[in-house]
Each structure stands twice: as structure tokens, then as C-alpha cells.
């Protein structure tokens, strides 16, 4: 599930709702721990959702274009939150230590 190289990067997520986001956490990433391959991860890195998300506004890089910019130490439960708020993830890669959802449960 976890990446091991810049080029082998995560699947995007796609939630039940059509929201889509990438959640990458390595050693190129804004994350922590900045490593490659870890049990788990206290915070992510997001990029490039589909629609304006306010639960991750505060970490855009780019405020002015939050379709098109990265979102540097996510708290891991917060993206985990924003799959939930979307019903759920139905498609995609998280990193080591970040649960999916399935909608079926929600």
C-alpha cells in the first residue's frame, strides 16, 4: 500500500460522493515521519483534490487554487475524516497506518 520511490506514488482516492484527492506519505513527501515504508504515519501530504475541501484549507500551500496545490502535514485522522465526510473511500491507496472506509460501514 505504502510508496517506495518518487515515481511509485500512491493511487488517487476516489470517495462514494466523486470527491477525489492523492495521499502520499514517503520519503519526498510533506509528512511525518518523512520516511519511506513506515508502520504508520502522524501526518500525510494531499494534493490536487477535486473541489475545494475547508477541512484541509488551513494546509494548503496555495490558498487561492486549492484544486491545484498540495496540503504539507495533514494530521492522518483529518484526511481519514475528509474520506468520511465523502462517504467513504471506493478506489485508491492510502499510506501504512491510515484506515480506509467503506461506505457499507458508514
Not at 492523492?22 to 515521519?33: I, K, L, M, T
Not at 484544486?67 to 504539507?72: G, S
Request: net charge negative; charged share 20%; with cysteine.
Amino acid at each position: 500500500m505504502g510508496t517506495t520511490n518518487k515515481t511509485n506514488l500512491n493511487k488517487k482516492i476516489v470517495c462514494s460522493d466523486g470527491f477525489t484527492m492523492s495521499v502520499q506519505a514517503n520519503e519526498y513527501s510533506y509528512c511525518e515521519p518523512r520516511y519511506t515504508g513506515a508502520e504508520q504515519y502522524e501526518t500525510v501530504e494531499v494534493g490536487y483534490p477535486s473541489q475545494r475541501e475547508e477541512l484541509l484549507m488551513e494546509y494548503a500551500e496555495t490558498k487561492a487554487d486549492p484544486t491545484d496545490t498540495v496540503y504539507a502535514y495533514v494530521p492522518a485522522a483529518l484526511a481519514f475524516a475528509v474520506i468520511v465526510k465523502h462517504g467513504g473511500m471506493v478506489s485508491g491507496e492510502l499510506p501504512n497506518g491510515i484506515p480506509g472506509c467503506i461506505p457499507e460501514l458508514l
